[in-house]
């Protein structure tokens, strides 16, 4: 059973910087994304990050580009990590982080193709 677990929300003061964390594990797959999703108090999910298993590609939402930086630690199929290093934070960052598994290889924007997710932590950005 596919099993995403976030870890390493909270508060922080606008300027900081939080790390998340996604251990993923219980699959046997050779290819897939994995990326983070968030959804602000009001707003829709939007994808902020994803990495490639199969050739550790990255790519970024606009709105983070430049201040987060996934990261992926795939030592094998049975327990990956991948990380989502956050800095410069904006209040407008403020959400709740979810990590979520693509055997498809989607795109951010093919959230469908997103099969599996976590329960997500939360990230606050306030003084």
């Known amino acids: 059973q596919v099993q995403l677990v976030e870890s390493g929300g909270g508060l922080v003061q606008p300027g900081g910087s939080l790390r998340l964390s996604c251990a993923a594990s219980?699959?046997?797959?050779?290819?897939?994304?994995i990326a983070w999703f968030r959804r602000g108090s009001g707003e829709g999910r939007e994808g902020v990050a994803y990495?490639?298993?199969?050739?550790?590609?990255?790519?970024?939402?606009d709105s983070v580009k430049g201040r987060f930086t996934i990261s992926g630690n795939f030592g094998n199929n049975n327990m990956n990590t991948v990380y989502l290093q956050m800095s410069s934070l904006k209040p407008e960052d403020t959400a709740v982080y979810y990590c979520?598994?693509?055997?498809?290889?989607?795109?951010?924007?093919?959230?469908?193709?997103?099969?599996?997710w976590g329960q997500g932590t939360q990230v606050t950005v306030s003084s």
């Open positions: 979520a598994l693509s055997p498809y290889g989607s795109e951010l924007d093919d959230v469908a193709g997103y099969d599996y």
């Open positions: 219980g699959f046997i797959l050779d290819d897939y994304n």
């Open positions: 990495i490639s298993r199969t050739d550790g590609s990255t790519y970024y939402a």
